[in-house]
T-cell receptor
């Protein structure tokens, strides 16, 4: 079993839809949770960083962490074609290395 | 803030030659830098962790003599692919950590696409 599981998609939604991206993990030592966005042939861009259970909002993006269920989510409201990219969840334990999910390819159609 | 640059952005070389890739943190000091490799449609694979002034720590299966890493300063790490072969063709991405208490984020460079002919 992989430490971090993420549905690779691809996921296709119409413009304006709410997008839900999810990851599950098995290592209870993970304390820091991140979501990255990666456009084709570019490096990952940090979108959200959280370290506690609950919700964190930044504009159209909301990151949710449920440590009891070992489940994290990223919600994108009012999705735009420019949101089309691969979204990677990543997490780490204190002092540990960053472990990535497989990435979900998202396409937002105009 | 938190900008990481890489140079070159792409490089084509002949088999058997060596290629150096630079990773710089532009607006912060990075005590730790990381080198990743990414194949098409796949996630990032950590190759090595580089700490300023000390030897890099390589992940299992990564050849130290082939992928030489130098972290000479708090803002610069280099990856040299020695005697490159076509199977080394990939997208190489570096990341950097600010090294400040309470900050565990990694900020990534734009990547370097290496093609070995």
């Amino acid at each position: 079993q992989k430490e971090v599981e993420q549905d690779p998609g691809p996921l296709s939604v119409p413009e304006g839809a709410i997008v839900s991206l999810n990851c599950t993990y098995s290592n209870s030592a993970f304390q820091y949770f991140m979501w990255y966005r990666q456009y084709s042939r570019k490096g990952p861009e940090l979108l959200m960083y959280t370290y506690s259970s609950g919700n964190k909002e930044d504009g159209r993006f909301t990151a949710q962490v449920d440590k009891s269920s070992k489940y994290i989510s990223l919600f994108i409201r009012d999705s735009q074609p420019s949101d089309s990219a691969t979204y990677l969840c990543a997490m780490r334990a204190r002092g540990g290395k960053l472990i990535f999910g497989q990435g979900t390819e998202l396409s937002v159609k105009p | 803030g938190a900008v990481v640059s890489q140079h070159p952005s792409w490089v084509i070389c002949k088999s058997g030659t060596s290629v150096k890739i630079e990773c710089r943190s532009l607006d912060f000091q990075a005590t730790t830098m990381f080198w990743y490799r990414q194949f098409p449609k796949q996630s990032l694979m950590l190759m090595a962790t580089s700490n300023e002034g000390s030897k890099a720590t390589y992940e299992q299966g990564v050849e130290k003599d082939k992928f030489l890493i130098n972290h000479a300063s708090l803002t610069l790490s280099t990856l040299t692919v020695t005697s490159a072969h076509p199977e080394d063709s990939s997208f190489y991405i570096c990341s950097a950590e600010p090294g400040l208490a309470g900050h565990n984020e990694q900020f990534f460079g734009p990547g370097t696409r290496l093609t070995v002919l």
